[in-house]
């Protein structure tokens, strides 16, 4: 049996990853992949990815694609999800912020630099015509330090999926002014270049596993059910997601490289752009 180790969120868009560990279909082809939760986000996983710590993991496409851009060494082997991801823009509560033009300048809670927070907050600030220099950043890792963050008064607003993050909006912990969604399409799968060399024919078991998973994943008996009882989500919001999120089976595009590349670069969040070529691979 070959060990392998994947990292990804702990959120509703994995749950592919875990029935497919766990009705074995993995282990079927000899493959002992072990998940990961990584509740830092796609800076951590890319960091993870860089030195070993993981072999394989399903990360932000925008994050990835900044990571190799800065000279990583990593590998998008196919696309995960292909719609984008709707972020939306939270305040504390009994924060004095009543729209998003109030956050003009204010500082944002992100889980680490290079993490999907950090990159669509001056994406976000870009679509509002902000100055995006003018933003500030504090780091809290995960989401329970954003919860803190904004409590605690040390940042302004955080950026985190909609549906993962409205629970808190129902409790009254977090206020959400609005939704910002991602340009492009929202999860890829990566790899490390040495983990690519080393076992392209187990990534490709691995993909071709997880691609029968997908394919079929919203026609599921019950799985809206199954959704919600697991991460804990009202079913008519899973229904709503599931009406929102698309999987793919392809790999991404050259073109969404650019485009992604060109955004970032636009905002001074990369110094370089790179041949298309360099981030993708083909299996």
């Not at 969604?181 to 890829?188: K, R």
């Not at 991460?231 to 698309?246: A, I, M, Q, S």
Request: net charge negative; hydrophobic share 40%.
């Amino acid at each position: 049996m070959k060990k392998f180790r994947i990292a990804g969120v702990p959120e509703h868009f994995n749950l592919p990853w875990h029935m497919a560990i766990e009705e074995g279909a993995f282990a079927d082809r000899g493959i002992d992949l072990r998940w990961e939760d990584v509740p830092e986000g796609t800076g951590k996983m890319c960091s993870m990815l860089g030195s070993g710590q993981a072999d394989m993991a399903v990360v932000l496409t925008e994050g990835v694609i900044k990571n190799i851009a800065d000279g990583g060494d990593l590998k998008i082997v196919q696309g995960y999800v292909d719609s984008p991801l709707l972020w939306g823009i939270h305040v504390a509560e009994e924060s004095r912020f009543k729209a998003i033009s109030d956050l003009e300048g204010t500082r944002a809670a992100i889980s680490r630099f290079g993490s999907g927070s950090h990159l669509m907050a001056s994406v976000m600030a870009k679509n509002e015509g902000w100055e995006v220099d003018r933003l500030a950043f504090e780091v809290v890792n995960t989401l329970d330090g954003a919860v803190k963050a904004l409590q605690d008064g040390k940042a302004d607003f955080f950026m985190w999926e909609h549906f993962t993050t409205k629970p808190l909006v129902v409790k009254g912990i977090f206020r959400r002014l609005g939704d910002c969604p991602t340009p492009w399409p929202c999860f890829v799968i990566a790899v490390s270049g040495d983990t690519l060399k080393s076992n392209p024919g187990l990534i490709r078991h691995i993909l071709e596993v997880i691609n029968v998973y997908t394919v079929d994943f919203k026609r599921i008996p019950s799985i809206d059910r199954t959704l919600a009882n697991r991460y804990k989500l009202p079913r008519e919001d899973v229904n709503t997601w599931l009406g929102l999120t698309r999987w793919t089976q392809d790999q991404i595009s050259a073109q969404i490289i650019e485009d992604v590349q060109d955004t970032l670069f636009n905002l001074n969040l990369i110094s370089n752009n790179i041949s298309p070529e360099i981030a993708l691979t083909r299996l």
